[in-house]
């Protein structure tokens, strides 16, 4: 087999310690990883990109942003045999707050699209939201966590396997009466396979992310909302499968 990794990650923002003051906010990242066989071996490559976190806000300061990620056509491959490829991207979670504003998570964005002759083709694109940030001991609001989106297609000769999936960032968590915890983010994935004659099978699942949490007299937030209509598609002259999973996020506690 011939395997090829390549991670990346952003570095974290620097933090703030006094009133008016504010962290800094993530840096993004970005990676590329190739791989080929001259006959039929399996070729595997994968790439992971996290987006860094925003920098704390202490003593009166903001946090900073969490990074966003968007990643398009990152991994590739050649052979006649199986060839499989994931990308997965991950915004910056935002950071949290003591006396000021809490920081935004980060986007996130995959985008894969895949033409290969491989007897068997295997693409994966994942997205997910930074989290929002929160407060720390003070009354403020929590950040709403921060859109997901993926969209994977593959078109090949024989058996083409797609999945797509996206996962909206957690809010942050509010404190105080009159406040609230951040609303989870939303997600939308899709993906689309096309063979000459093999069979064909897609998944693409996108869930929304959980409400921040609520404390001291705050109203937690609400969860991510969903929706997915005919977000997969393809054809093929073999069999074609397809499952599409929607699903909201879970509500903040409250405490």
């Given at each position: 087999?011939?395997?090829?990794?390549?991670?990346?990650?952003?570095?974290?923002?620097?933090?703030?310690?006094?009133?008016?003051?504010?962290?800094?906010?993530?840096?993004?990242?970005?990676?590329?990883?190739?791989?080929?066989?001259?006959?039929?071996?399996?070729?595997?490559?994968?790439?992971?990109?996290?987006?860094?976190?925003?920098?704390?806000?202490?003593?009166?300061?903001?946090?900073?942003?969490?990074?966003?990620?968007?990643?398009?056509?990152?991994?590739?491959?050649?052979?006649?045999?199986?060839?499989?490829?994931?990308?997965?991207?991950n915004?910056?979670?935002?950071?949290?707050?003591?006396?000021g504003?809490?920081?935004?998570?980060?986007?996130?964005?995959?985008?894969?699209?895949?033409?290969?002759?491989?007897?068997?083709?295997?693409?994966t694109?994942?997205?997910?939201?930074?989290?929002?940030?929160?407060?720390?001991?003070?009354?403020?609001?929590?950040?709403?966590?921060?859109?997901?989106?993926?969209?994977?297609?593959?078109?090949?000769?024989?058996?083409?396997?797609?999945?797509?999936?996206?996962g909206?960032?957690?809010?942050?968590?509010?404190?105080?009466?009159?406040?609230?915890?951040?609303?989870?983010?939303?997600?939308?994935?899709?993906?689309?396979?096309?063979?000459?004659a093999?069979?064909?099978?897609?998944?693409?699942?996108?869930?929304?992310?959980?409400?921040?949490?609520?404390?001291?007299?705050?109203?937690?937030?609400?969860?991510?909302s969903?929706?997915?209509?005919?977000?997969?598609?393809?054809?093929?002259?073999?069999?074609?499968?397809?499952?599409?999973?929607?699903?909201?996020?879970?509500?903040?506690?409250?405490?």
């Amino acid at each position: 087999d011939v395997t090829a990794n390549s991670t990346a990650a952003g570095g974290r923002g620097g933090d703030a310690f006094q009133a008016g003051s504010r962290g800094g906010d993530g840096a993004s990242a970005n990676a590329t990883a190739t791989a080929q066989s001259l006959d039929d071996q399996v070729v595997d490559v994968a790439v992971t990109v996290s987006g860094g976190w925003g920098g704390q806000g202490l003593s009166g300061g903001s946090g900073g942003d969490g990074a966003a990620v968007n990643v398009t056509d990152a991994v590739s491959g050649t052979t006649i045999g199986t060839l499989i490829l994931s990308q997965a991207v991950n915004g910056g979670g935002g950071g949290i707050s003591n006396g000021g504003m809490a920081g935004a998570g980060g986007t996130a964005e995959s985008s894969l699209t895949v033409v290969s002759d491989a007897n068997d083709l295997n693409v994966t694109s994942s997205a997910a939201g930074g989290k929002g940030g929160g407060m720390n001991g003070s009354a403020g609001d929590g950040q709403r966590g921060a859109v997901a989106t993926s969209l994977a297609v593959a078109i090949g000769a024989g058996a083409v396997d797609v999945t797509s999936g996206a996962g909206g960032g957690k809010g942050g968590g509010g404190n105080g009466a009159g406040r609230s915890g951040g609303d989870g983010g939303s997600a939308l994935a899709a993906a689309v396979g096309v063979s000459v004659a093999g069979d064909v099978t897609l998944l693409v699942s996108a869930s929304g992310g959980d409400g921040g949490s609520a404390t001291n007299g705050a109203t937690a937030g609400t969860g991510g909302s969903v929706t997915l209509i005919d977000a997969a598609g393809g054809s093929t002259a073999g069999s074609l499968n397809i499952k599409q999973i929607a699903s909201g996020g879970w509500g903040g506690s409250s405490g």
